[in-house]
């Protein structure tokens, strides 16, 4: 995306292990099911794995690196220096898993379909297309209408399929017929909603590239299903699955000493470091209501909550807070902004709230005295911005100061009961309530919600996903990411300069000044992240010592029995 690729041509990808043995069954565990064999499309459930491991892209990408690909389907890109087109020229040697040719009729075709029938992600993109056309037998050409450097590499991540596989038979339609790809593996078994089979093909057309050596390493590929975590954390105590991504901190620090497959060695944890940004994930304040217009309002909401309270109580310690969208990366802000990061941001400084340029906002750390410090702030700034205590509850113009916090799952209940819980001592009055996901779905979907709990999942190299997440069309347009609603001339105006930076400095100073900007708005009131991704794996299950930047990646690991 920015600079030179790290890798010389014919290199392989420096956190996998070209020698690695190949043999063996990996069995990951899942919740919930599957009732369609399509991952590219909105209608069904399909497993992940699909994507990853039986479809490819023209272009393959490095886990340790922000956004750099390497050819893949292509042997080659050509595109100029404003990137306004890309011309994809296809290996003549790449097949589809039934050993027939992948061709630039099956990209045009992939291409197109997936914009018109496929999951709606596909379409942001491609409303930037103006043209795609075959360039001889092996290129293909894409020209896109607007400038976005990110679009060529966008192009190159698109899923290849083969077109003769979908005449007869619709490709929105959900269904049990898998999808015929390029990929190492193709599926062998299916039992809807219970397991999916994937088998290594032997005459994979890929296998002797340098970017893929030391990666997809098992024969078998399978993927149980559970209906629970506790369930599938059984499944995995008793040798049942092979390797298990644990993100449950409590369990992490307690669910293991006890178990006999830890005692005797069977069963071994990894911690495996990564340099991913932290994401935002916490209580969403949806700004399109009145009572959250107010940024000290929403400051004093957020100064309640004491999350290294919950941090402790519930979690053992075990989460970093999230102390902005980016933390824990380059792109997180830090300190005053200055040089670049400071230049962007200054047309909009009088619009934005004070201190933003000097110092930031960052959610405050606790005190340990169950957060008397914070209420008391929260107090001083809800009166300053009208809301006055009448008895036991803060007042203005003759209403309450009351919302309702909608969340989904066990754990938000508890943590929207413990701030709920902390906001009675200011007398705001907030409600729980819990919403099957359905519910919680259509709702979310068209901002009819005060107050829900949120992830956003995001990258070391941002792009134009950020429209989506944060766009001011989202203020209004429903189905976007933009649950808080954000409007701000400063945010559209970050997104622009992060897509037109040319170079990796402008873009961090453009990233770092969005990172900013949203923390400053104080749309969201923070929770806590892991700080490296933590692995459980049956013995005999190894991995590369080097993790790439962007942590765990099952592909790389093998089976090497001891």
């Keep these: 995306m920015h600079g030179a690729p790290a890798l010389a041509p014919g290199a392989s990808l420096p956190y996998a292990a070209p020698g690695a043995p190949k043999g063996g069954r990996l069995v990951l565990g899942e919740l919930g099911g599957f009732d369609s064999l399509n991952p590219f499309i909105l209608k069904g459930r399909a497993p992940w794995?699909?994507?990853?491991?039986?479809?490819?892209?023209?272009?393959?990408?490095?886990?340790?690196?922000?956004?750099?690909?390497?050819?893949?389907?292509?042997?080659?890109?050509e595109t100029p220096a404003d990137r306004s087109w890309v011309v994809f020229r296809l290996r003549p040697e790449a097949r589809f898993s039934d050993g027939s040719p992948v061709t630039v009729e099956d990209v045009i075709w992939s291409f197109e379909t997936l914009a018109a029938e496929g999951h709606p992600r596909y379409r942001a993109a491609w409303d930037a297309v103006s043209a795609i056309e075959a360039v001889g037998a092996r290129s293909v050409r894409i020209t896109f209408s607007e400038p976005n450097r990110e679009l060529p590499l966008i192009m190159g991540l698109r899923p290849v399929l083969k077109k003769a596989a979908f005449?007869?038979?619709?490709?929105?339609?959900?269904?049990?017929?898998?999808?015929?790809?390029?990929?190492?593996?193709?599926?062998?078994?299916w039992e809807a909603g219970r397991q999916l089979t994937l088998r290594r093909d032997p005459d994979w057309w890929g296998a002797g590239l340098p970017i893929n050596a030391g990666l997809y390493n098992f024969d078998t590929l399978r993927i149980e299903y559970f209906r629970n975590t506790d369930a599938l954390f059984s499944a995995l105590a008793t040798g049942a699955l092979s390797l298990f991504h644990d993100t449950d901190p409590l369990r992490w620090a307690e669910g293991y000493d006890g178990l006999p497959a830890v005692r005797d060695g069977r069963l071994r944890r990894h911690v495996i470091p990564h340099g991913r940004p932290s994401g935002m994930e916490g209580f969403v304040f949806n700004t399109r209501r009145e009572v959250f217009a107010d940024r000290r309002v929403r400051e004093a909401l957020a100064l309640a909550f004491d999350w290294d309270w919950v941090n402790a109580r519930?979690?053992?310690?075990?989460?970093?807070?999230?102390?902005s969208y980016w933390s824990g990366s380059e792109l997180g802000w830090q300190g005053a902004a200055t040089g670049r990061?400071?230049?962007?941001?200054?047309?909009?400084?009088?619009?934005?709230?004070?201190g933003t340029l000097e110092r930031g906002w960052r959610p405050p750390a606790g005190d340990g005295r169950r957060n008397r410090r914070g209420l008391r702030r929260a107090s001083a700034l809800l009166e300053a911005a009208g809301w006055e205590l009448a008895g036991d509850t803060r007042m203005r113009g003759g209403a309450p100061l009351a919302f309702e916090i909608l969340v989904t799952s066990g754990e938000a209940e508890t943590l929207g009961g413990l701030w709920a819980g902390a906001l009675k001592r200011l007398g705001v009055a907030a409600t729980v309530r819990r919403v099957d996901a359905a519910q919680y779905e259509a709702r979310r979907r068209d901002y009819d919600y005060d107050v829900i709990v949120n992830r956003w999942w995001l990258s070391l190299s941002p792009g134009t996903e950020q429209w989506l997440y944060f766009g001011p069309e989202g203020r209004q347009r429903p189905g976007t990411r933009n649950y808080m609603g954000v409007e701000a001339p400063a945010v559209a105006a970050m997104i622009r300069a992060i897509l037109a930076a040319e170079r990796r400095e402008g873009f961090v100073a453009a990233v770092r000044a969005l990172d900013r900007v949203l923390s400053a708005g104080i749309y969201v009131v923070p929770f806590g992240h892991l700080p490296e991704d933590r692995v459980?794996?049956?013995?005999?299950?190894?991995?590369?010592?080097r993790a790439p930047l962007y942590g765990f990646r099952p592909e790389v690991w093998w089976w090497q029995p001891e």
């Design 167 to 189: 005449e007869g038979r619709a490709f929105a339609e959900p269904g049990l017929v898998p999808v015929i790809g390029s990929g190492p593996y193709v599926p062998e078994s």
């Design 341 to 354: 990061e400071a230049a962007l941001l200054a047309p909009f400084a009088a619009a934005l709230p004070e």
């Design 314 to 323: 519930l979690f053992a310690g075990q989460y970093a807070r999230i102390e």
């Design 49 to 77: 794995v699909l994507r990853t491991h039986v479809a490819e892209t023209l272009l393959a990408r490095s886990w340790d690196e922000p956004f750099t690909l390497y050819g893949l389907l292509a042997e080659s890109v």
């Design 536 to 545: 459980a794996a049956q013995a005999g299950y190894a991995r590369p010592e």
